[in-house]
């Protein structure tokens, strides 16, 4: 079975920092992988989706993705954060041929001035 | 515009009663998926439909019922054999086919506090 590991459950930062969330994921086929942002009491959001091709992988609001197939991580980046990045960030895995998803349990960013 | 509508946003029910949750799409979307969320727990999977008329149990069914009659509306039932059913509950819909394969749309979700 698919499970996905989120290695941080709060990752605080400064305004203008850098940041990086980390994923992990177990999985002996082939996978998509997928970033969701969830703001607080609304639904999720795609940020960024890995299905094949270039390993670096950029979506919205400024965040970028890398897929690690070695090391079976897919950590996702921003250069420089916002206030408004303020937010709760899923990793999801799902098989190649499913069409389920597999979540982590997430990483709340907050971003302080 | 396009999107998944859940209602009510916020729901009070009392001990030992049965409470329905409405998702409706209209994204023209193939599968339709419920989600139980709780803090620090991230999503775990209900429901899921592929087509009208059939649905699979996911990682936590029990106690949860669900019907597909359309293809644009996926209601979940928590019933009273639940046993901690206060949560945060998100209905997802995607398509089965194209570039968008396994990329789920979430709707705003519905938050449901058993008193």
């Known amino acids: 079975a698919q499970s996905v590991t989120q290695l941080d459950s709060q990752v605080p930062v400064f305004e203008e920092a850098p940041v990086e969330l980390r994923c992990n994921y177990s999985s002996s086929v082939s996978v998509y992988l997928f970033w969701y942002v969830q703001y607080p009491n609304q639904g999720l959001q795609l940020l960024l989706k890995?299905?094949?091709?270039?390993?670096l992988v950029k979506g919205i609001n400024g965040f970028e993705a890398e897929f690690n197939k070695s090391q079976t991580s897919f950590h996702l980046r921003k250069p420089s954060v916002h206030i408004s990045d303020t937010a709760e960030y899923f990793c999801a895995v799902s098989r190649r041929g499913s069409e389920k998803l597999v979540f982590g349990k997430g990483t709340k960013l907050t971003v302080n001035p | 515009d396009g999107g998944i509508t859940q209602s009510p946003k916020y729901l009070f029910r009392k001990e030992g009663q049965n409470v329905t949750l409405s998702c409706e799409q209209n994204?023209?979307?193939?599968?339709m998926y419920w989600y139980r969320q709780d803090p620090g727990q991230g999503l775990r999977l209900i429901y899921y439909s592929q087509i009208v008329n059939d649905f699979q149990k996911g990682d936590i069914a029990e106690g949860y019922s669900v019907s597909r009659e359309k293809k644009e509306s996926f209601p979940l039932t928590v019933t009273s054999a639940q046993k901690n059913p206060t949560a945060f509950y998100l209905c997802a819909s995607s398509i089965l086919a194209g570039p968008s394969y396994n990329e789920q749309f979430f709707g705003p979700g519905t938050r449901l506090t058993v008193l």
């Open positions: 994204l023209n979307h193939d599968a």
């Open positions: 890995y299905l094949s091709g270039s390993t």
